[in-house]
Each structure stands twice: as structure tokens, then as C-alpha cells.
């Protein structure tokens, strides 16, 4: 059963009540407009969505951390006030088969500890790095934090932009330029060689250069990846996590709710069935339930892919672009399993409850295990011994879960959405998918099997069917350089304008790209308003 | 040399930061942990076990109880029912803020008076001629903060589910483990909280049920660093920090008067004679001169700031307590910022500040200084509603 919208004009449409498309509504609600946002699915958040998939145990059902969104976002829609609460992660923790373990801690020095215990060099070069990093992260954010520049135009505001940005690179030193242009295009593991000997702590490292994207920790191009997620902010801390309140669905409903308070109205099971077109304009949307809503500006935060070849398909595209939407890369890689536990989850390595698993823990003892887990992966094969990213948010969010219960969270890779059987025989292999990653944690936390009560498996495949991420890719398309900035979604396009006029893109799939940031909704939203588009 | 507290041996050795400082004597812990991160966090989101034992403690027995700390304070307690705590503060002669604390009515003829500072002598001045006993129970009880939105479940499973009905601002004796405790539903967060006090002898079995029943709620013991923060976001003033007590201050220009520490609310003015009422009637009818708000920094500007040096923005972990001065736009100064914090949790840097009542509305413009690689400039910030935090579940 969908409802009906309450009124028969408005501003704007926004389809897809992702984090994204509900930052978009927000700010043109707050500037005014009259907006309607259309979301598909029961609940609102897409990606960034929490579920309680079993009783008295709410998961963060896709993503699980957050660290990349704006903190302007949060302050300009007052979003503490709409529920948001952000908690810090406090560690890292890294068990490994041999029983040892490694634990980074916020704490620098407790960290250099730790890391001397299998390199004094590497310990010592941790506050290098960290400020390296830092450095370029102040960097990225001038970048994050605007519109992509457009190499391509004469205009002088575009000029200025792209000289500015020069500038600001030509005042840091050369040694941190230099390292900027190797960053783009090296591998994860090459990067951190440039500092790091030590396997057990450059394997926990480089995944980050791994998220979201079929390539391995060896592939060109994944130290970009890596900064991606390096870049996020805590509270002018760079590189911090933290966990959303009551999941991270938290995010997208403190969204909502500033949305809301703003005005605009929010209707879920709502799917847009195709974007009305009219002489090269968009009119309007179809719902699947075969309401028409009209609006003289759609904005559509749902992947590129299904936003131009589905919602409005090829008849509407010049070939040229048709054809770059088509090259444009999402082939997901990664899975999801979310388990309520009845106890705490006992590491043999380090048992009991304690800080260390007030974090992240990964399953990534080595750079070799990753290697290993992505040719699998190569050859159209979920790993079998995979990498997995863990975490147990109801250790500091109790709300979670009933207590002295937990409910604990996988994010699994490889799990290619084209495996060889063909995507569409995902379900068949869930269950086979779900055991290897349960039994590779089994490994590490061996009473795991017996203390779950419930599990959910995610593939790519549940992903495009039931989220709408097309070949399940988590950030609406690859964070590979040919896809970012002035590229993403498309050469000429990364202005969040279409070719079509008055239709408008505004998530993942745009500038800055994937993750929980609200940046794309954001800048789409500012854009609009600036070129008075509605 | 501080003394301990009578939790001193549970919180020593918790206490694996060594991180310490002196609270009216005592020992108190600053955080448990080398930063107090986690203890703010769970305050905000679980539960904190604050250690407030310090505070100092009265106990007015007898008929005339209310009535001599109606003349003391600047409210009328004849009117306050058994069960039913009130906040407050007491005033000099000249109707100069003393201290500020709370009152309990715990039973016909008991009340219990809390404070920053030593309450008994300052009770004595005025005591003659009434039926009552005061008692100095400072050193009698232990007391401990329960606060955060978790802090009900906890002290339902420690207490019983009478909790439940304890309303904001109320008190009931209960018994925990079967050791009798007062508890009432205050504290100093701005959050759902309790206070729970207990015979010192008693005070540690209380404390080990009370984390043993939080123990699947992850409660946290908690630090002063923490409560710090939360105070500021509750937009409490601080007794020595924001304001200081009249019988103590060099300047008369130091001391303040309720209607200029935000407390004007707590005054019931009109009524029989008490503590520094002519003189708190002069000054209603004269107009304050200063008065206690909220500050929000501008962030944008902050950060711009900073740039001009280079360096990302740069927010302090803890609460900050040495003053900085306040100007309006004109580069007139009008005040000062008394305290402040980052609010993780807002996202904002907050301060409570005292100005010239012409600068106190809403949304008034000034500018607040700040320090940036060693040089003095300033930024805007704006005049807020006070608490800047007020989650619904603090009454609720
Ligand atoms: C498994 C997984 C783990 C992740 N982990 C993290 C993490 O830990 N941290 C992090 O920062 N990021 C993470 N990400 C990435 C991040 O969640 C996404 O990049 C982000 O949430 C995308 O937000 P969005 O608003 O752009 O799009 P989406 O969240 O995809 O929102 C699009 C919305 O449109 C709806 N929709 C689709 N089709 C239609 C239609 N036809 N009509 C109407 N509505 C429609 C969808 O239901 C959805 O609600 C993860 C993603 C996944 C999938």
C-alpha cells in the first residue's frame, strides 16, 4: 500500500529517501521550496537505513560506521537537535591466527606500543604519517567541499576555482604535492610500503583502499580509495569513525526530520516507475502504483545507471552520453552478514569484553590473505576465506540490543556481483556465503556458531533487488579516478545537471562520491538554488 | 592533602589515568581513562557513575526547618511537598549570590540542603529563635550521579521498579541491595539522571550494584572532565567559574546577584522577609546590570581563522574555564565567556558568558576572543537560548 502525495504541486520530486536525496530535500525545504521526496522501499535511509530484522535487535542493515559526513551538513540542518548522535570508535583491533593480535588505539602512544611489538621502525613513523595524511586530507576537503571544478570551461569563475586549487597545492610543500599525484594513482599496498614494513599493520591499512570496488589491494589506484576513507572528521579529527545512534539509519531519519520540519513531505513505498520526459524536459514521475506526480524539477538520487537507463531511459539520452552511463563502472563487490548474538563475542586471542572491540575489528591478517581473497573474487568466486570489516555497536550503543546481547556486523569482501552462475543465482549461493564468512570468524571467536540467534545475508544481488544499488555497488559506482570529480557520473555532467533539463542527480553516484557524507544532496541542492533552477 | 571519598575504593582503582584533581577537599576523579571521551559518551548515550560525593550536605530536622531555609534562600520552601526537590540559590545581605545547591523534603519535618561550599556556619548566622536542628551531613553520605538516557533502566534493576514513577525533580527513599539510600531524580548533565545517597559505610556495596545492574546497560564510571561538558551543554553555571561566592569575593564588582547568573526564576520575591531581599527588589526594580547567556562561536569564521594560519580548526577536547573577554561588533568589550566546551554532540563550540543586559537577547551579535598560534584575535559568535542541549527524556 503506498499513499497518496497531499498535494497536487510542487517544486521539486526527489526520488529515493536515501541520506542523500533527504539532504537535498532538506536544504530546498529550508530555502523554501516545496519538495516531495519518493522512496521505494518501507523505511527511509537506502543505504544508511537501520532495520530491526529480529526482535529487540536493530541493525545498521548496509552501512555500519560513519565519518565522511559534512560537519557543516550537521550544523547548517541542525541535525543534533533532528536525533542525530555520532560516538566515536575508540580502536581498531586486528586478531590474527597465530593468537597474537593488533590493536590501534586513539590513544597515539598506546598505539605506538602495540605496533612495536612487531616493527620499533613502523611505530616510529606512525605520527609521520599521520600528519601526511592529515595534510592531504585538508586538501581533499577543499575538494569534497565544493563542486567539482570543470576543467573544460572558459568561464572565469571556473578559471579561478581551478587556480585556486593549484594554488593551495603550490603553497604546501613539494614533498606533500608529490605525494598527492602518487596518491592517485598507486596501489593501497605500494603506498604504504612508502612508509611501513610491517605486513600486520599495512594489511588492516590498505583495506580501506579496498571498500566498495573490485580491485585488490595491489591494484593501481587503490591508495585513492584509501584517502576516501581517510578523509572523513570527527570533531576536526581527521580519519575518525564513529558509530550513528540507534544505527546509522539515525543519520538518514534526523535527516528526515529536518526535512520535515522544513516542510517537505516524505512518502515511503513510493517507487518511481520512470521519469516523465517532454520535449527534452522532465514533467514529473510515474509511481509504480500508477499515480502521476508532476513538478517541473526531478532530482534523482538514485544511481546513475538506473536513474538514465531505466527511470528514463535511452530514447530520452544522446548516444554519446547513453554511452558513457553504460561504461560507467558499478560492478559491486561486497557483501553484508548482520548477526544478533544471545553474548559477547570471545576472541581466543584476546578474550573477554574490553575497549579493543569499542571499534572496528578486522579480518585481514595479511597482505597476502587479501591478495588471495580478491582472485577468487577474479575468477567470478565469493572468497572463501574473505576479508571481513566487524563491528558490535551495542557495545557502545546498548539501545541496539536487549542487554548483554549484541548485535554484531560484517562487512564482507569479495562477494562479486557477477559470479559465474550469473548474478541472478546469488540466492542459491547466500547461505554458502553467509557459512564462509561465519566460519572464517569461527576461526578467531570459536563459540560464534552457538551464540547466534539470528543471521541475515546480504550479496550484491540483495543489494540491487532490495536497496536499488545497481549490481549491488555500495557507492553507486566505483571511487576509481576516471569516475570522480569532474567525471562522476559523467564527462560534462558533474554539475548535478542531466542532459535532460530539469532533471538533476544528487547521489552517491555525483560529486564527492559514496559514503555516508550528505555532500552529494547537499551541493546538488546549493547548485540549484544558486542557478535559481526552481 | 585531599582525603578520600567513601568510594575511593572502588574509583582508585578504576582510576587508571591517575588523572585526579582536589574537589572541595577530596579526591575526585578527572577520568577514568587518559581522555574522558568515552565517559562523555556515555553520559550522552548510556549511562555515567559520577562520584559527587564532595558536595557539601545539610540535614534540617525540626517544625521550623522550612521556615529557616525560606529566610536563607531565595525561595519560599513552606510550600514544598514531601518527596518534591527544588534548585536554588542563597544570597548575602546585599542580595549577592552565596552559593547554589538543591533542597529535598524528605520527610514532615526533614529537608536536606546541598551546596558547592560548607553550609552550616552560614545556616547558624540565622538560625536563633528556630525550632530546628541543622546537621552537618557531609561526610555522613556518599553520593553518587547516575545520568544518562540508560540511567531509569539501571536503577530500576538496582532499586525496583518503583523508580519507574520518580518524576524530574522529585526524591524517594528506596533501598538498594537492601541498603537504604535516598534517590532523587537530579543531577548536573541536563539529562535523565539520578542522585543517589547513601550512609558512607554503606557507599561502596551501593556502588558495586549500581554498576553490577548497569554492567549490560555499559555504564561507565565517569569523571569530572566529562560532566563538565555536559554541564556546559545543559547550560548550568558553575559556582567559582562562572560566578563567584559573595562572602569570598575581594570586589564587589565580582560578586552577582541571581538576576545575573540566570537563576532570577528560582527568586519568590514577594513574600515573607528573607536573605537579601530589600536589596534583590532594588535591583528588580533598577534593572540588572549583567546577565549569564549562551554563546555559539561561528564556526565558518572559526575555521577561516585558522586557515589563515595554516591549520585545520582545532577544537579542545575538554571544557575550557579561564575567561576570555566578549566585544560587541564595534570591538567594545561587553562581557565575558566563563566557561566553554566543544559540543561533540552539537557540533558546535559553546560558551556561557555574563554581559551587559543590552547584549543578552537572542541572537545579539559579539565577538568572543580566541588564541591562535600564540596571537590574540577574535571571532563572532551569537547570543543562544541556554540549555543549547535539552533532550525530551530529561523530564520524560
Ligand atoms: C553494505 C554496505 C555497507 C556500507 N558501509 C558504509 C559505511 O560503513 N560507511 C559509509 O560511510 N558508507 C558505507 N556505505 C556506502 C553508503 O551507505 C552509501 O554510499 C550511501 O548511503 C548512499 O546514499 P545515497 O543517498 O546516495 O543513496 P542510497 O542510500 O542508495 O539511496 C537511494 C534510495 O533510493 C531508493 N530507490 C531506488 N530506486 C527507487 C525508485 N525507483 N523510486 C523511489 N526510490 C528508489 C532506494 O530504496 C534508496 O532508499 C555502505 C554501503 C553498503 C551497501
Redesign the interface.
Known amino acids: 500500500m503506498s499513499e497518496h502525495p497531499h498535494s497536487s504541486h510542487y517544486d521539486a520530486i526527489v526520488i529515493g529517501g536515501g541520506h542523500n536525496g533527504l539532504t537535498a530535500a532538506a536544504y530546498l525545504a529550508k530555502a523554501g521550496r516545496k519538495v516531495l521526496v519518493l522512496e521505494r522501499r518501507h523505511v527511509l535511509g537506502g543505504a544508511a537505513v537501520s532495520e530491526e530484522l529480529y526482535p529487540g535487535f536493530t541493525f545498521s542493515v548496509c552501512s555500519y560506521v560513519v565519518s565522511l559526513l559534512r ?2 551538513i ?2 547548517e540542518l541542525e541535525l ?2 533532528h536525533g542525530l ?4 570508535l ?1 580502536a581498531s583491533f586486528l586478531p590474527l591466527p597465530n593468537g597474537d593480535s593488533l590493536t590501534r588505539w ?2 597515539p602512544e598506546r598505539t605506538r606500543r602495540e605496533v612495536a611489538r612487531f616493527s620499533r621502525h613502523d611505530s616510529e613513523r606512525l605520527p609521520e604519517f599521520s600528519l601526511a595524511m ?1 595534510k592531504l586530507c ?1 586538501l581533499a576537503k577543499r575538494i569534497i567541499d565544493e563542486p567539482a571544478p570543470d576543467p573544460a570551461s572558459l568561464a572565469p569563475r571556473e578559471l579561478l576555482k581551478l587556480l585556486r586549487l593549484g594554488r593551495t597545492m603550490k ?1 604546501d610543500p613539494t614533498d606533500l604535492r608529490w605525494l598527492n599525484f602518487k596518491l592517485l594513482t598507486m596501489s593501497a599496498v605500494d603506498f604504504l610500503d612508502l612508509w611501513f614494513e610491517s605486513d600486520v599493520l599495512k594489511a588492516p591499512m590498505s583495506v580501506s583502499g579496498i571498500i566498495g570496488t573490485f580491485l585488490g589491494v595491489r591494484s593501481p589506484g587503490t591508495a585513492y580509495v584509501l584517502l576516501h576513507h581517510y578523509m572523513g572528521e ?3 579529527a ?1 580519519r575518525a569513525w564513529g558509530f550513528s ?1 540507534g544505527g546509522t539509519g539515525g543519520i538518514s531519519l534526523a535527516i528526515a526530520n529536518a526535512a520535515r520540519a522544513h516542510g517537505a513531505e516524505i512518502l515511503e513505498q513510493s517507487g518511481v516507475e520512470r521519469v516523465l520526459v517532454h520535449g527534452g524536459k522532465a514533467n514529473g514521475v510515474v509511481l509504480e502504483n500508477g499515480d502521476t506526480v508532476r513538478a517541473s524539477t526531478v532530482i534523482s538520487s538514485v544511481d546513475p545507471n538506473r536513474t538514465f537507463l531505466r527511470l528514463v531511459g535511452e530514447e530520452h539520452l544522446e548516444d554519446e552520453f547513453a554511452a558513457q552511463i553504460r561504461r560507467y563502472r558499478l560492478r559491486g563487490s561486497s557483501g553484508k552478514v548482520n548477526l544478533a548474538l544471545d553474548r559477547l563475542p570471545e576472541f581466543s586471542c584476546r578474550p573477554g569484553d574490553g ?1 579493543h572491540l ?1 571499534g572496528d575489528i578486522a579480518i585481514a591478517p595479511s597482505i597476502d590473505y587479501l591478495e588471495r581473497a580478491y582472485d577468487e573474487a577474479k575468477y567470478g568466486d565469493f572468497s572463501e576465506r574473505p576479508y571481513i570489516n566487524v563491528v558490535i555497536p551495542s ?5 541496539v540490543a536487549p ?2 546481547k549484541h548485535v554484531m556486523s560484517c562487512f564482507v569482501q569479495y562477494a562479486p556481483y557477477d559470479i559465474k552462475e550469473g548474478p541472478e543465482h546469488w540466492p542459491e549461493r547466500r547461505e554458502a556465503f553467509g557459512d564462509a564468512v561465519v566460519d572464517t570468524l569461527a576461526e578467531y571467536i570459536p563459540g560464534l556458531r552457538e551464540s547466534i540467534l539470528y543471521r541475515q545475508v546480504l550479496t550484491p544481488w540483495d543489494l540491487e533487488q532490495e536497496f536499488g544499488l545497481t549490481e549491488g555497488n555500495i557507492f553507486h559506482g566505483e571511487l576509481s579516478l576516471d569516475q570522480l570529480l569532474f567525471l562522476r557520473p559523467a564527462a560534462g555532467w558533474a554539475r548535478y545537471r542531466t542532459p535532460i533539463e530539469g532533471l538533476w542527480v544528487c547521489g552517491s553516484g555525483t560529486h564527492p562520491g559514496g559514503g555516508i557524507m550528505g555532500a552529494p544532496g547537499e551541493l546538488a541542492a546549493k547548485t540549484m538554488l544558486q542557478s535559481r533552477a526552481l | 592533602m585531599p582525603v578520600p571519598t567513601p568510594f575511593h575504593p572502588r574509583t582508585s582503582g578504576l582510576c587508571g589515568s591517575l588523572l585526579w584533581k582536589e574537589w572541595s577537599g577530596y579526591y575526585a576523579v578527572r577520568s577514568y581513562d587518559t581522555c574522558h571521551e568515552r565517559e562523555y559518551y556515555a553520559l550522552r548515550h548510556a549511562a555515567g557513575l559520577i562520584d559527587v560525593s564532595p558536595l557539601f550536605k545539610a540535614d534540617l530536622y525540626g517544625p521550623d526547618a522550612a521556615a529557616l531555609l525560606s529566610l536563607v534562600t531565595v525561595r519560599n520552601l513552606r510550600k514544598l511537598r514531601v518527596g518534591r526537590v527544588t534548585y536554588l540559590c542563597w544570597c548575602d545581605d546585599d542580595g549577592k549570590v552565596v552559593d547554589d545547591g538543591t533542597v529535598t523534603r524528605i520527610g514532615e519535618q526533614h529537608y536536606r540542603l546541598t551546596g558547592n561550599g560548607p553550609l552550616c556556619g552560614w545556616l547558624a548566622r540565622y538560625s536563633d529563635g528556630f525550632d530546628v536542628n541543622v546537621e552537618d551531613t557531609s561526610d555522613a553520605y556518599g553520593a553518587l550521579a547516575l545520568q544518562g538516557p540508560l540511567a531509569r533502566a539501571i536503577l530500576v534493576a538496582a532499586a525496583g521498579p518503583e523508580i519507574e514513577q520518580l518524576r524530574f525533580f522529585r526524591g524517594r527513599e528506596s533501598a538498594i541491595g537492601g541498603i537504604p539510600v535516598l534517590i532523587t531524580r537530579t543531577g548536573y548533565t541536563g539529562d535523565l539522571g539520578y542522585e543517589i545517597w547513601v550512609e558512607r559505610d554503606r557507599a561502596v556495596e551501593v556502588w558495586d550494584r549500581v554498576m553490577g545492574a548497569g554492567r549490560p546497560y555499559r555504564i561507565q564510571p565517569a569523571g569530572l572532565d566529562a560532566m563538565d561538558v555536559t554541564r556546559i551543554e545543559a547550560g548550568f553555571v558553575l559556582c567559582g567559574v562562572d560566578y563567584f561566592p559573595a562572602h569570598h569575593c575581594m570586589l564587589d564588582s565580582r560578586k552577582s546577584s541571581p538576576y545575573e547568573i540566570g537563576l532570577g526564576w528560582a527568586v519568590n520575591l514577594d513574600r515573607e522577609p528573607f536573605v537579601g531581599q530589600r536589596a534583590l527588589r532594588e535591583e528588580v526594580a533598577r534593572g540588572a546590570v549583567w546577565e549569564l547567556v549562551g554563546i555559539e562561536y561561528d564556526w565558518d569564521e572559526y575555521e577561516a581563522l585558522h586557515a589563515e594560519y595554516g591549520l585545520p580548526p582545532q577544537v579542545t577536547s575538554g571544557a575550557w574555564r579561564d575567561a576570555v573577554p566578549l566585544y560587541d561588533t564595534r570591538g567594545r568589550q561587553i562581557g565575558q565567556a566563563t566557561s566553554g566546551a566543544w559540543s561533540p554532540l552539537l557540533k558546535k563550540n559553546l560558551a556561557l558568558a555574563t554581559v551587559r543586559t543590552g547584549h543578552a537577547a537572542p541572537g545579539t551579535r559579539v565577538r568572543v576572543e580566541v588564541t591562535v598560534e600564540y596571537e590574540r584575535r577574535n571571532v563572532g559568535a551569537t547570543v543562544v537560548k541556554t540549555p543549547f542541549f535539552d533532550p525530551a527524556r530529561k523530564k520524560a
Open positions: 560537519p557543516h550537521i550544523r543534533a537537535r548522535e555520532i560516538i566515536p575508540e586513539s590513544d592529515t585538508w603553497d570527527i570533531d576536526g581527521f545512534k575497549p569499542h557495545l557502545v550503543d546498548p539501545t542487554p548483554g
